[in-house]
């Protein structure tokens, strides 16, 4: 995953800047972060002037790893699976915080309208917050005709992302976390701002 190139229309550009910001944080990814601060305070401006930017020192990045882990990867139970199937509540009972569930099968025929596929290096499931937030950023950077963006973002992002950032603040002591959470939080509820 790279840094959004500065000359995408802003949605956009958010959408994979929060596909980058809510990657595996590892030194050589966290190291392109100030690259995009930009970006990330033109979109923050934009929703909210008092809605804080995620900044991450280059001395954080062990830190910032393990928080990452904590949360959202284990070993163990993690208190914000970053997995859209874990947070829907209109599925069946015996669905409800499990992985792999309905809402993978339009996710994949919406990458495929797309033309993407997920790579299997990345040993992440298709609803992955990443993940999508690539493949919206992608259908925004095509001025998506198909309505692929608006697909992603009514009917997966928008629906799971204000209950998953809300945990993910909750549950973080890390202000890079926090600040992430408010921002994507913010953006999927007002990306027609952009």
């Given at each position: ?15 994979l ?7 595996r944080?590892?030194?050589a ?12 305070a ?13 900044v991450c ?7 910032l ?33 499990a ?6 099968d ?9 033309g ?46 204000p ?22 939080v ?5 990306m027609?701002?952009?």
């Open positions: 995953m790279s840094t959004p190139a500065p000359e995408l229309n802003v949605a956009a550009s958010a959408a800047l929060l596909a980058h910001w809510w990657a944080p590892l030194t990814v966290v190291a392109t972060w100030p690259d995009a601060q930009e970006v990330a033109a979109v923050s401006s934009r929703l909210s002037p008092d809605l804080p930017v995620p020192a280059a001395d954080e990045v062990d830190a790893l393990t928080e990452y882990e904590r949360l959202f990867a284990g070993p163990g139970p993690v208190p914000c699976p970053p997995y859209e199937s874990y947070w829907r509540t209109d599925v069946l009972p015996y669905q409800r915080h992985l792999m569930g309905p809402c993978i339009d996710l994949v025929q919406q990458y495929q309208r797309l993407i596929v997920v790579d299997p290096a990345s040993k992440e499931l298709p609803d992955h917050v990443a993940i999508e937030f690539e493949a919206l950023g992608y259908a925004l950077s095509l001025q998506d005709d198909q309505g692929v963006a608006a697909q992603l973002l009514d009917a997966h992002l928008g629906i799971w992302i209950q998953w950032g809300a945990a993910v603040a909750d549950a973080s002591g890390n202000r890079f976390y926090k600040a992430l959470a408010a921002l994507t913010r953006w999927s509820q007002q027609g701002r952009l």
